[in-house]
């Protein structure tokens, strides 16, 4: 069983950057397609951005396009999502999870992690 450990949220002022972890155990991190959802206060959990196994392929929602960018360090098993430019409508927990595809509506495999919670302040 693959387990999901988000970290790096936090509070930040409109406009500022954070990057956020996931670190994956167990052994097939490295052939795993993966992506990252939020969800936000009284809304459904949504899409945010996907990377294939080998990195060349990724996909991201409309929302955050030139504005995020969704990275792997296959060696430290670790997924990254770099935020700039955030503004409020930002704030939501963020989740990673394995998927199946790479596309803004992927298959989910196996269980989400805690998630991590990331405030942007007006």
């Known amino acids: 069983q693959v387990q999901l450990v988000e970290s790096g949220g936090g509070l930040v002022q409109a406009g500022g950057s954070l990057r956020l972890s996931c670190a994956a155990s167990?052994?097939?991190?490295?052939?795993?397609?993966m992506a990252w959802f939020r969800q936000a206060p009284g809304k459904e959990r949504e899409f945010v951005a996907a990377i294939g196994s080998t990195t060349i392929t990724t996909s991201y929602a409309d929302s955050v396009k030139g504005r995020f960018t969704i990275s792997r360090d296959n060696a430290k098993n670790t997924l990254y999502l770099q935020m700039g430019s955030l503004k409020p409508e930002d704030t939501a927990v963020y989740y990673c999870v394995r998927v199946v595809q790479i596309s803004s509506t992927p298959l989910i495999i196996g269980s989400w992690g805690q998630g991590t919670q990331v405030t942007v302040s007006s």
């Open positions: 167990g052994r097939t991190f490295s052939r795993d397609n």
